[in-house]
């Protein structure tokens, strides 16, 4: 007990010296908020009963004592990971069962966020996506294509780590112009425009799990096999940008440790 006191002591301690007061406080502010995200009888009523596809998970914000929990609320959920191995899910099988909450299963999909190929046009009734974009070297072109196998008036809730609170504090937020360049050069996913900017500024103090720079520069440099890598950083206005680009109406944004944004395709 005397051992876990001291080792939080000391973070504090190294959060203060490293970022200052402000940084601690609203760690601190944000830790001790409700679990649950503000107007969530309104963000329930998009999902309630409807059928979806979840990009990268199965993700604790929507369980039952997350952030946002829409598992146990949702009819049905499918699954999207870009590999049948990551480092978030383990080993996974195209098309297999996806067990994404308690008894609750759908469809498992293996392929990349920029490429549902492999799924119909206005399959879904929503989209949902929890700290899945950062790690995508073309998100215009991702969201495009998830806009792709939702209905008319379907639903968009994406979210997205604040930098404020992670280890890309140090990092500038990504420019709208640089995502649309990306998007009209096609960047692929093995697009490593970033890496000199993410080793000079990623705080590996933040990142225990990343090791040491060198270690952390390796796997970097084999990030098409592990995505590991934060591609882009997002704040709420650029998030409305996109979506404004995109034709999606938002309905919903928040910040805090997180950053969310619900959007609705345009019935047309």
Not at 131 to 139: D, G, Q
Request: glycine residues 6%; hydrophobic residues 40%.
């Amino acid at each position: 007990m005397k051992k876990k006191l001291k080792d939080k002591m000391k973070m504090i301690f190294e959060i203060l010296d490293e970022n200052g007061i402000g940084f601690l406080l609203k760690k601190i502010f944000y830790k001790i908020l409700p679990d649950r995200i503000s107007n969530f009888v309104y963000i329930q009523s998009l999902f309630k009963s409807k059928y979806g596809l979840e990009i990268g998970g199965p993700s604790r914000i929507f369980g039952s004592r997350g952030f946002v929990p829409l598992y146990k609320i949702v009819g049905a959920l499918d699954g999207c990971n870009f590999s049948d191995t990551t480092i978030w899910e383990g080993n996974i099988k195209n098309e297999d069962k996806y067990n994404y909450y308690k008894n609750k299963e759908g469809v498992q999909y293996v392929s990349e966020a920029t490429n549902l190929s492999i799924i119909p046009d206005s399959k879904y009734d929503f989209v949902i996506s929890s700290n899945c974009l950062e790690h995508i070297a073309n998100p215009l072109k991702a969201i495009e294509e998830w806009i792709r196998v939702v209905k008319n008036g379907g639903v968009f809730l994406i979210i997205l780590p604040n930098k404020d609170f992670c280890f890309d504090h140090n990092r500038p937020i990504t420019e709208f112009s640089h995502l649309l360049k990306d998007f009209q050069n096609n960047i692929n996913e093995d697009d490593l425009t970033h890496l000199n900017e993410i080793l000079e500024l990623h705080d590996l103090k933040m990142d225990k799990a990343a090791g040491s720079l060198i270690e952390f520069r390796e796997r970097s440099l084999n990030n098409f096999k592990n995505r590991a890598l934060h591609q882009h950083v997002f704040n709420i206005n650029l998030l409305k940008e996109i979506f404004s680009f995109l034709k999606l109406e938002i309905l919903f944004t928040y910040e805090g440790q997180d950053v969310i944004i619900i959007g609705k395709k345009y019935v047309l």
